[in-house]
């Protein structure tokens, strides 16, 4: 079965500081991957995706992320926070296949002005 | 181009009675997938459906929750006999009939049950 591990249950930056955030998976097939930002009160909207092709993908709102097939890892960067940042974070996999999508636990990430 | 609509938005609910949670996912899209996000906890997986069809409700408790897909009409997630513990936000998210395509959520529909 497929899962997600998320390194940090709860990250504290101030703005201007550099954003990586974990994402690991187990899944034994080819997947695409995901990551999704909730701001506070809203829903899970996309930030990047990847499915094939270059493992650097970049997202929304200067994120991007790097998947790495031989760790099983697909983390989430941004080089320079800022406050309205401020959100819950999932990563997720799904196999190529016909099933469902799997989110990790989230990362809460609190940026200080 | 419509999102995926939910509703009710919010619905209080007493103890014992039943809730209904109603998702018209995308236009295009024939795919449905409902996730309950608790206070302080991540997205829990529990169910997928296709038109007519249930593929995976691994993720469903297995007593008072169903789901549902017509072939006309939304989706529904049902709970009967509702206790505090369904309190929760449930989240409906929809993809096209194609492999490997992205998922897009609803606003959310928040039950609390008093």
């Known amino acids: 079965a497929q899962s997600v591990s998320q390194h940090n249950h709860h990250v504290i930056l101030s703005e201007a500081a550099s954003l990586e955030l974990g994402c690991n998976y187990s899944y034994g097939g080819t997947v695409n991957l995901f990551w999704y930002v909730q701001y506070p009160g809203q829903h899970l909207q996309l930030l990047l995706k990847y499915f094939s092709g270059d493992p650097l993908v970049k997202g929304i709102k200067g994120f991007e992320a790097e998947f790495i097939k031989s760790k099983f890892s697909f983390n989430l960067r941004k080089p320079s926070v800022q406050w309205s940042d401020t959100a819950e974070y999932f990563c997720?996999?799904?196999?190529?296949?016909?099933?469902?999508?799997?989110f990790g636990p989230g990362t809460r990430l609190s940026v200080l002005p | 181009n419509a999102g995926v609509m939910q509703n009710p938005r919010h619905l209080v609910r007493r103890r014992g009675q039943e809730a209904r949670l109603r998702c018209s996912p995308m236009k295009g899209h024939s795919h449905v997938y409902w996730y309950r996000q608790l206070p302080e906890e991540g997205l829990k997986f529990m169910v997928y459906l296709q038109k007519e069809n249930i593929i995976d409700e691994s993720g469903m408790p297995k007593e008072r929750f169903s789901a549902e897909f017509p072939k006309e009409g939304p989706s529904i997630l049902r709970i009967q006999q509702v206790v505090r513990g369904d309190s929760a936000a449930y989240f409906c998210?929809?993809?096209?009939?194609?492999?490997?395509?992205?998922?897009?959520f609803g606003e959310g529909s928040w039950l609390t049950v008093v």
């Open positions: 997720a996999v799904k196999g190529l296949f016909g099933q469902n999508f799997v």
């Open positions: 998210a929809s993809s096209p009939p194609v492999s490997g395509n992205t998922i897009y």
